[in-house]
């Protein structure tokens, strides 16, 4: 029998987001290609050392006098794009100040990344966890209403849900299963869109381990299974239902808006 109206939604929305996910994760062709992820964590406490030097006195300030003066620009109509507008624009200009100074000058442009990202962590940690928060960055870090009604559709399903009603494979069964649904949970408490994308990224890798093993019991190696977007979706729904992450919907927005890859 079709799927009911809910899952059908959801899976159109998941097909559009494995192909943006592919996009953004850099694949060549029009089958999707997942390198693992790192699972190393990100070393704020180096960043933070240096960040306290005189040589990131100027990026300093300017940081806190963004922060402070954020919610001057608030107006009734302003968009959550404007928002997310801004802050990139300061990220931006963050990262002139901190790329004209020692060490940074000197780092490759691949560690330059890794700055900026802790940069971001820095910038968005004060902006959300002030006291109180600003209250325009609150409605990109929470979006209570959406996220209440997502979780109750999560938990209307999650009882129920099975692999075939969403004509997955069985994956469920594999210890890189459970290991997918972790790093999904982990996603909406990360502090930059480069660390939740990570994230999501460790997610499908896990998934990609999966329909690998269920390749080697059906008789082949596994080791040249690239599935595309039509295999992974239903193991990416049926990981997300199963998953029920805490505040999806403001961590997903918060990616969309706030990455800063085109």
């Known amino acids: ?21 592919n996009r953004r994760l850099g694949a060549v062709d029009e089958r999707p290609r997942f390198r693992r992820a790192s699972d190393a964590a990100p070393d704020d406490s180096s960043f933070a050392a240096r960040w306290d030097q005189p040589a990131a006195n100027r990026c300093r300030a300017s940081l806190n006098a963004f922060v402070r003066n954020f919610g001057k620009h608030e107006t009734p109509g302003t968009s959550d794009e404007a928002r997310a507008a801004r802050v990139k624009r300061f990220v931006n200009h963050a990262a002139r100040l901190l790329r004209g100074q020692a060490p940074w000058n000197a780092e490759s442009p691949e560690d330059f990344e890794v700055t900026v990202d802790h940069l971001e962590a820095m910038l968005y940690t004060a902006l959300a966890r002030g006291s109180p928060p600003e209250p325009g960055f609150r409605l990109i870090c929470e979006a209570d209403a959406d996220d209440d009604a997502l979780a109750r559709r999560f938990s209307a399903f999650h009882g129920a849900l099975t692999c075939r009603m969403l004509d997955a494979p069985d994956v469920a069964r594999f210890e890189a299963f459970g290991r997918a649904l972790a790093a999904l949970n982990l996603v909406p408490d990360e502090s930059t869109p480069r660390r939740a994308t990570k994230r999501i990224r460790e997610a499908v890798d896990c998934l990609f381990e999966c329909l690998a093993a269920l390749a080697r019991e059906a008789g082949g190696d596994g080791a040249d299974v690239v599935p595309g977007a039509d295999d ?6 049926f990981a997300t239902l199963k998953a029920r992450p805490r505040r999806l919907h403001a961590a997903l927005k918060f990616v969309e808006l706030y990455s800063s890859e085109d």
């Open 1 to 21: 029998r079709p799927p009911p109206a809910f899952l059908a939604r959801l899976q159109d929305s998941f097909r559009l987001g494995v192909h943006e996910l």
């Open 232 to 237: 992974l979706l239903p193991v990416v729904i």
